[in-house]
């Protein structure tokens, strides 16, 4: 099994970029879908993106532009860059696997970290 610890976020002001980062612990990680979610604060778990194990990347349609998703194997570790941020793109970032099938639902995920709070705010 992979355990995955989220770092990274703070505060920003809009327009501003922040790159969040996703370590991940374990033998598989290469084999993993990794997902990134955010849940803002009396929301529910949105998704944010996915990278397969085989290194395809999914987007949730606010983040096309102005997300990106990469992955290195070697470190363990998916970024997450954003670039032009919003106030609405405030909330607690997730970061999850699961073994290679990507899934945009949260309900498909085993286990989560504590996030990264990432507040844009001017």
């Known amino acids: 099994q992979v355990q995955l610890i989220e770092s990274g976020g703070g505060l920003v002001q809009p327009g501003d970029s922040l790159r969040l980062s996703c370590a991940a612990s374990?033998?598989?990680?290469?084999?993993?879908?990794i997902a990134w979610f955010r849940q803002a604060l009396g929301k529910e778990r949105q998704f944010v993106g996915a990278?397969?194990?085989?290194?395809?990347?999914y987007y949730a349609d606010f983040g096309k532009g102005r997300f990106t998703i990469s992955r290195d194997n070697a470190k363990n570790t998916v970024t997450l860059q954003m670039n032009n941020l919003k106030p609405e793109d405030t909330a607690v970032y997730y970061c999850?696997?699961?073994?290679?099938?990507?899934?945009?639902?949260?309900?498909?995920?085993?286990?989560w970290g504590q996030g990264t709070q990432v507040t844009v705010s001017s």
């Open positions: 374990g033998r598989l990680f290469s084999t993993y879908a």
């Open positions: 999850t696997g699961r073994y290679r099938d990507y899934s945009s639902r949260p309900a498909d995920f085993d286990s």
């Open positions: 990278i397969a194990w085989n290194g395809r990347i």
